[in-house]
Every structure is written in structure tokens, then in C-alpha cells.
């Protein structure tokens, strides 16, 4: 307890309040920027027992942000080396990793083993599923998001208690993350600590948590609004997250030498301001922004190689054409990272 005595000396924290801590059981579903700043906190409290789900890897443009990571650490899967550097930090937590997306074939099954769950993620669509497991699981979430120097944090499903989509009814909504508007590192950081510092509240009861509050943080100015929200009368949830239809949604990879091979049409889906621009056979560029308002214009029986910057809006792009019966549809994994190394005309990249 040594290691703690300044917290405990906290009436609202005391001996009693740091085993709450350390039994408390704590998942962070996203190991990018907020997820960074989050570890750390929950760690270095004495919660010993997190989970953290994340299928990603460490590329150099996440170390501006996500400083957890080293540039040793490049290439390396995001889970592994933030297990290695929280258990640096703390020796006593246990850790356990999930070296892959969250998906409506796993949540409800991880869900139920934690008291807690933290949005960290940067997808929409993942907010929503968070949210439905959650209901279903009756577990309550700390939701955290960033647009350029805005940050935006509530807690939902509290106590039965207002959900996410009490507050976002759309989730249609146009997906937006660091890699296409931008994010300061001290941002992410500020929002991550406030995620980090309601769970603390939420544990050892204490404090008012931000349900049915949305707190609205701008860093140019320091502004701070309260957006107050109730519950809706209806409990809203998409099933179809966890049908057997959904769950049978099989991505497949491929190398961009393998689709220019197979004379596959190239779908850049990442924003037109977007750089560096790649030159391939057969490409269109189709944001994702906007894809679904142009899919009428693309052809269901041809070949498709989806790519986008690392790799993960190419995904949710793949997920709207299957759910418009798209057939022939593959994942350039890794993005345009993975296309700069493995393209075999490098000149064709500018």
C-alpha cells in the first residue's frame, strides 16, 4: 500500500477505497492516443486488473501522440508493448490482451468479464457497438472523442442510466478520426485523463459522473460546456451486431502487387486532401465520407481493392459495400503504408 499512500490519505480514497481499486476489473477497447493516456492512470492507481483490446500496430506517425510507444516499438502490435510498459510502471497489474479488433463476435463475450469498459477507439460504428454489448451486458462505458482541439467525454449506461445512443441517434454519422482532420497530442492527452479520472470516480463512488452529461472541452480556449441529456423511452440496440449474419462478414487481405495481378479496380477511400497519392491500375478515389452516396455508381460483379491510409477505414468501407451485397471485395492491409513498401513500381508513388 506504501506506493499509494498519497491517495489514500484522501478521505474519499482511505484503505477501503484502494481495494476497491485493486479488485476493480477495467477493459480499454483501443490502444491508440486515448487508450496512451489512459494505461497509465488506471495503472498507476492501483487497478490491477485491465484488459485492453486492440488489433493495430505501432507506425511512427502514432508517436506524437501515443506515448506509450518508443521508436523501437514501430511495427509492433500495439497490445504487447503497452502490457510491457504498464507492467514497467506497476509490476503488481495483471494485464490481459486482446491482439485483435473488437467485433460483434466478441464483445458480449469479453464484455462480461470486466466491471467497466472504455471507449478509446476512433470508429463510430465501434462506439455503437460498444454501446449495445454494453446494454446487453449491463456494463456502463466512459466514452471519450477527439476532433481537432475538441474533446468530448461522458459516461453512458450508468446505473441504468442514459446510453450512447440516448445522446447520437445516427449512426450513419460521417466517420472522422486523427488520420483525416488532424489531433494535438496534448489533446488526446487532456480527454484520455478525464476518461481515466470517471472510471476512478465510478470505482470508488465518489463525485458526480458524467451521466446524462456530455462534457464538451476545447483546448484553444479552454472552454468547457455541459450538454444534458436524458434517457431515451425506448431501449435502442442494433442486433444485427451480433446475428450470425453479421458475424460471418469475412474481410479478406491482399498485397496491392497480388490485386494489381489480379486486375482488381483500386478503391482509395481515404479523403482528397490525403497524401502521398498513389498511382495503381484501375484506382478511383471514393472517401469514405461519402461512399455510401456513391455506391449506385459502382459495378457489385467487378473486383475491388480497398486500401486508405493504415488500413482501418478500408475496413469499415469493405463492411458498407458487403452490407450492400458487394461480393468481390479485399482489404489492402496496412494501407498506404504497406503499398509504399511492397509496390513494385516505386515510382509510381509521388
Known amino acids: 500500500m ?80 503497452a502490457k510491457q510498459q504498464l507492467k514497467a510502471l506497476n509490476s503488481n497489474v495483471n494485464i490481459e490482451i486482446y491482439n485483435y479488433y473488437l467485433s460483434g463476435k466478441n464483445a458480449l463475450e469479453i464484455f462480461k468479464n470486466y466491471d467497466i469498459i472504455i471507449d478509446a477507439t476512433d470508429s463510430i460504428q465501434t462506439r455503437y457497438l460498444i454501446n449495445d454489448a454494453c446494454i446487453i451486458t449491463n456494463k456502463p462505458f466512459v466514452y471519450g472523442s477527439i476532433y481537432r482541439f475538441e474533446g468530448q467525454v461522458s459516461v453512458f449506461n450508468y446505473k441504468n442510466g442514459p446510453t450512447y445512443r440516448c445522446l447520437f441517434k445516427n449512426d450513419k454519422a460521417k466517420v472522422t478520426n486523427c488520420e483525416t482532420v488532424g489531433v494535438l497530442g496534448t489533446t488526446v492527452g487532456l480527454i484520455g485523463m478525464l476518461q481515466a479520472n470517471e472510471v476512478i470516480k465510478m470505482i470508488l463512488e465518489i463525485g458526480d459522473v458524467l451521466s446524462g452529461k456530455l462534457l464538451v472541452y476545447n483546448t484553444l480556449n479552454n472552454a468547457q460546456n455541459g450538454i444534458n441529456f436524458k434517457k431515451s423511452e425506448t431501449k435502442i440496440i442494433d442486433e444485427a451486431f451480433f446475428n450470425s449474419e453479421y458475424k460471418t462478414h469475412k474481410i479478406e487481405a491482399v498485397c496491392v502487387n497480388e490485386a494489381i495481378s489480379q486486375n482488381l479496380i483500386f478503391i482509395d477511400v481515404r479523403e482528397l486532401h490525403e497524401t502521398p497519392k498513389i498511382t495503381v491500375p484501375n484506382g478511383v478515389q471514393i472517401p469514405l465520407s461519402i461512399l455510401e452516396t456513391k455506391i449506385k455508381n459502382l459495378n457489385k460483379n467487378e473486383n475491388y481493392a480497398v486500401y486508405c491510409q493504415s488500413g482501418k477505414r478500408s475496413i469499415e468501407a469493405i463492411k458498407l459495400l458487403k452490407n450492400h451485397q458487394f461480393q468481390n471485395v479485399k482489404n489492402i492491409e496496412g494501407g498506404v503504408i504497406s503499398m509504399q513498401q511492397n509496390i513494385n513500381n516505386e515510382k509510381s508513388i509521388y
Open 2 to 81: 506504501e506506493r499509494y499512500n498519497r491517495q489514500i490519505q484522501l478521505p474519499q480514497v482511505g484503505k477501503t477505497g484502494q481495494q476497491k481499486l485493486k479488485d476493480a476489473k477495467i477493459l480499454v477497447v483501443g490502444a491508440g492516443g486515448l487508450g496512451c493516456a489512459i494505461l497509465p492512470y488506471l495503472a498507476a492507481s492501483g487497478i490491477e486488473n485491465i484488459g485492453i483490446i486492440d488489433g493495430d500496430t505501432i507506425e511512427e506517425t502514432n508517436l506524437q501522440r501515443q506515448i506509450l510507444y518508443t521508436e523501437k516499438a514501430i511495427k509492433q502490435q500495439k497490445v504487447v508493448v
